[in-house]
Every structure is written in structure tokens, then in C-alpha cells.
Nanobody, 127 residues
Framework: QVQLVESGGGFVQPGGSLRLSCAAS????????MGWFRQAPGKERESVAA????????FYADFVKGRFTISRDRAKNTVDLYLNNLRPEDTAVYSC????????????????????WGQGTQVTVSS
């Protein structure tokens, strides 16, 4: 089993920055990939960014490219998401996820790939 806890959400003005952190515990050595997803009110959960552990292969959704960065810290068992140049449409609950599988690169963007999920952290972007 793997447990995930997110932190770092909050309220920020447009153009601002936040760092979200996802701390993994339990059988962390089994993790093959981790991802960040978000869900805004009335919308489907969507993939934001993901990283495959074996080769550090990364995925970014088109709407965050150049603004968000996903980073893994092996020693701390954390995966952080750096959010820059935030926009009101980035407002959502952000959740991290993990899989004990060894997914192929093209699937790390899919929520069906992940069996472990955190509770989520709220990000609100507003003036």
C-alpha cells in the first residue's frame, strides 16, 4: 500500500506562483509513476503533469506547458508541482496519484493508470 498526502495549496492572485508537494509513504519502493490531476467545480478530473520513475519521463498537459514543472525528490519520497504564472482557470482541487505498476510512457497521463490517490489540495486563483 502507498499513502499520499498533498500540501501547499492556497489562494493566489493571477500571475502568482505556488508549490504543491505530494509526500508518499508506505511501499514507496514499488511506485512506478506519479501524477498530478485537478478537478474544477462542474468539470471532469484532468491530468496536469506526471513523471515515470524509471527514466524520469515526464508528461505535461498542453494548458500548463511552460508554466508548471513536476519534480521528484527520491530521498524525500516527494513529487512537487511548481505552478507559475497562475490564471483564474487554474482554480481547482489538485490531487496527486501513484501507481505500483510499470506504465508505458503514453499512459502516465491517464487517471486509469493510478490506483493510489491523495485527498487533494485547493488552489484558488483570483484577484
Amino acid at each position: 500500500q502507498v499513502q499520499l498526502v498533498e500540501s501547499g495549496g492556497g489562494f493566489v492572485q493571477p500571475g502568482g506562483s505556488l508549490r504543491l508537494s505530494c509526500a508518499a509513504s508506505g511501499r514507496t519502493s514499488s511506485i512506478g509513476a506519479m501524477g498530478w490531476f485537478r478537478q474544477a467545480p462542474g468539470k471532469e478530473r484532468e491530468s496536469v503533469a506526471a513523471v515515470r520513475f524509471g527514466d524520469n519521463n515526464k508528461f505535461y498537459a498542453d494548458f500548463v506547458k511552460g508554466r508548471f514543472t513536476i519534480s521528484r525528490d527520491r530521498a524525500k519520497n516527494t513529487v512537487d508541482l511548481y505552478l507559475n504564472n497562475l490564471r483564474p482557470e487554474d482554480t481547482a482541487v489538485y490531487s496527486c496519484s501513484a501507481t505500483a505498476g510499470r506504465p508505458i510512457a503514453s499512459t502516465i497521463r491517464s487517471r486509469q493508470t493510478y490506483e493510489y490517490w491523495g485527498q487533494g489540495t485547493q488552489v484558488t486563483v483570483s484577484s
